[in-house]
């Protein structure tokens, strides 16, 4: 295991869910932390809650990762201190109903690729010229199962996690011949406000997709992302496909 001590990592969507845990995970590392997120007190919420048990160096970002002005600004302006990022979480993602597409609300397509696939791009295409001037440099995606195997109703949020799976897999390629990483996390059923995000707050239709099994937390898919950025530096763990045991695909769940 490689220490990240003092490393800078950024982590978008990080007031809540895999984003939160991640956080926790990176700073019981000694790492110094970006985090972003749209909900501020969330946010501030999150960071307290870490700096009061494991006294990290936190730096906060409200920021959605669809508006790209906001994400060129937000990176262009980072004070001196926590300008070289060293490792990048690309985590603010999100799923919005589950229609036939030609039922379909196309606000929720928008919201969709704009976060899920155009938020990545933005906040990738601020942070990597700088870890390729400084030659050094890790992103970690995070994708879904969905990225590999499409379910009913599934349709644009697979396709939006299957592009981040695609640009994990172009931007290894661009990046060959540097030392920069890149490593695509695809879980499956996680116990996350995902559902309640998907449903926009239906908490009974969002309880019942746990319903029966033992699905993966938040703190399984952390581990991993950190597991992923400790290893040595001629490894590079580009693909991680994590399901609970539980789930053996998108579509099958052993419910008890």
């Known amino acids: 295991m490689v220490s990240i001590k003092e490393q800078i990592v950024i ?8 984003g939160a845990a991640c956080a926790k995970e990176f700073a019981k590392e000694g790492a110094s932390l970006i985090l ?12 307290a809650e870490l700096k ?9 970002l409200e920021l959605d990762v669809s508006d790209r002005h906001a994400v060129q600004t937000a990176f262009a302006s980072l004070p001196e201190p926590w300008c070289n990022v060293d490792i990048l979480v690309n985590n603010a993602g999100l799923s919005r109903g589950l229609e036939k597409l030609q039922e379909g609300d196309i606000q929720n397509w928008e919201e ?3 976060t899920n696939v155009k938020g990545l791009l933005y906040v990738t295409r601020s942070l990597l010229p700088k870890m390729v001037e400084r030659n050094q440099g890790h992103i970690i995606n995070i994708g879904s199962i969905a990225g590999h195997q499409t379910y009913t109703g599934g349709n644009v949020y697979c396709a939006t996690k299957a592009a981040v799976r ?3 897999e172009g931007l290894k390629m661009d990046l060959l011949g540097t030392p920069i990483r890149v490593s695509c996390v695809d879980p499956g059923t996680v116990e996350t406000d995902f559902s309640k995000v998907r449903f926009r707050g239906d908490t009974e239709k969002a309880n019942k997709v746990y319903q029966g099994i033992n699905p993966l937390t938040p ?7 950190v597991f992923c950025a400790t290893r040595p530096a001629n490894v590079n763990m580009s693909e991680v496909l994590v399901l609970a045991t539980d789930q053996s695909s998108a579509t099958m769940i052993n419910r008890h």
């Open 166 to 168: 695609a640009l994990s």
């Open 112 to 114: 969709m690729i704009d």
């Open 36 to 47: 972003a997120a749209r909900r501020k007190e969330k946010l501030e919420a999150v960071a």
């Open 52 to 60: 009061a048990a494991y006294d990290c160096k936190i730096h906060l």
């Open 219 to 225: 703190k399984d898919i952390a581990e991993i992302v």
């Open 11 to 18: 982590i978008t969507g990080a007031s809540s869910g895999i």
